[in-house]
Each structure stands twice: as C-alpha cells, then as structure tokens.
C-alpha cells in the first residue's frame, strides 16, 4: 500500500481544522487564514509564540490568584504593557485580519484582537467568550460576581448602559424600538467558533470587494463555503467574482448553484438573467 506523505494544500488543511464543531480550534484555524497571503507562513510557529505569550503571563499571576485578578493582569498584559489596539489610521488594511500581522504590528480590528485575547484568556483559565454584537465585535468573561464585557478594540470595560447607548443606531436603522425592543442581553448570546471565523472571513470579504480584488476574494469564498457548504450566497457571490475575472464557465457553474438554492426571487430572477448573459458568452 502507498502511503501519502505529502503535506497538505492550505484549503486541505483549513478543512480538516474546521470540519468537528466538538474540536474546533479556532484559534488555529483563524491563524491559518494568512496562508492564503503569507504561503510560507508556519502556523505551528504562531501556536508556539502564543504560549510563549501565555507562559509569561502566567508568570505574573500567583498559582491561587482568583478569576478577576486573572482578568486584570490579562487586561495589563494585552492591552498596556504589550500594547495591542484597533487599528485607527488603517482600520481597511487586510493585514488587520491576519493574525500573525496582528501579532507583529499589535494593530487589528475587533475580531482579531478578540480572537487572540480570547486565546490567552483560556490559557489562562478564564471563561471568556465571543459576542457577535451589532458592527462591532466584543468578548466576555464570567465570573463569580457577574458578566464582564470587553471591547477588544480599545480594551474599554463597557456597562449594560454604554452596551444600550452603542446598540441604539442599530436598534433604529432595523425597527427594533418601542413594542419591538429587546433586552440588551439577547445581544450578549456567546458566539460559536464557526460563527467567529465566518465573521472574520466576511469582513476579510468585504475589504477585497470594495478594493475589487477578486482574486483575493475568491480564496477567502473558497474557505467560506468550505466553513459553511450551505451558504448559498457566497455561491453567488464568488460566481459573480469569477465573471468579473472573465472566467465564465467557472462563474456558471457557482450561479447554477445559487439560483437552484436561492430564497430570494427577485435576487434569483437577475442571477438567472447575468447567467443568460455568460452562456450566450460562452456560445
């Protein structure tokens, strides 16, 4: 019997990360994101310096030290004494969502910094978790006196009445006021891993289709659809990218997907038109 030996394909390997919701390391799977712009990017080595990182901040925090006191020199560690922050000057920089770029700029955007404070805090212990909140992503921490909520963008500690004030644009752009309100904890549900990262990639997404990358684009949909087979959107959406690259049979064959799967009829009557339009290119 031949055996295999060859390493795996970057999409190879981002699958097998990404295919057990029960061991989903996300993490991991987020850091392997970069392979598609750094090729010799050694993931193991980015593992490897984050407990470095994790070592040294346990050596800081006595063997009994409590869930708080964890937080707190968690919180001194990432943000004051290492330094890492939201990008301001260059918020749209793709780098912000590679995380060995993050790791060595110490800039990012709310979902990579959380994604690596969220690293550090489990290795510290800490119960600590994602939230998908409206335009911004924020993470929490429970403990034994309550809920902590942390925009790692800033490392600002937020209040129930600052999460209120910062959901309220939200709230009024989608109708969600008055008879239609809800709770601001229904906004604070923990994020699951596959969620997490289908985030990052949509925001990856979006950066390369306001700068018309499509060939970027494409590689971050092919690892999307990998994450989630059932997104039929970015079916469409990379389909339309193929046709932007003159790639027709290739569009086609993403289109035809969509339209059998599309819940939408008017969207699914003008992909069925642009796909009219490909075939007679193609005849």
């Not at 403990?143 to 600002?156: A, E, K, M, R, T």
Request: aromatic share 8%; hydrophobic share 45%.
């Amino acid at each position: 019997m031949d055996l295999d030996f060859s390493a795996p394909t970057p999409l190879g390997y981002f699958a097998s990360l990404v295919s057990d919701d029960d061991a989903f390391p996300l993490f991991e799977a987020a850091v392997s994101v970069a392979q598609d712009e750094y090729p010799d990017l050694d993931v193991q080595q980015v593992l490897g310096d984050i407990d470095q990182m994790v070592a040294r901040l346990r050596r800081r925090c006595p063997d009994d030290a409590g869930p708080l006191q964890r937080l707190r020199a968690l919180n001194q560690f990432f943000f004051r004494d290492l330094g890492f922050g939201g990008n301001v000057n260059n918020y749209y920089d793709p780098d912000n969502s590679y995380l060995n770029a993050v790791l060595r700029t110490r800039r990012g955007i709310p979902i990579t910094l959380a994604v690596l404070w969220m690293e550090l805090a489990q290795g510290m212990g800490l119960k600590a978790k994602g939230i998908n909140f409206p335009g911004h992503f924020m993470v929490k921490v429970n403990l034994p006196n309550g809920q902590v909520v942390i925009d790692p963008f800033s490392g600002q500690s937020l209040s129930r009445d600052e999460l209120a004030e910062r959901l309220e644009p939200y709230k009024r752009r989608n109708g969600l006021v008055d008879d239609f309100d809800v709770p601001v904890g229904l906004y604070l549900q923990a994020a699951q891993p596959r969620d997490i990262l289908a985030r990052l990639l949509r925001n990856l997404k979006e950066i390369h289709r306001a700068q018309e990358d499509w060939l970027r684009l494409i590689a971050v949909q092919d690892r999307l659809l990998i994450l989630l087979p059932d997104a039929w959107t970015e079916y469409r959406d990379r389909g339309l990218a193929w046709a932007e690259l003159g790639e027709a049979r290739l569009a086609v064959a993403d289109l035809d997907i969509y339209v059998v799967h599309a819940d939408d009829p008017l969207d699914r009557e003008a992909i069925t038109q642009r796909l009219q339009e490909l075939r007679r290119a193609l005849n």
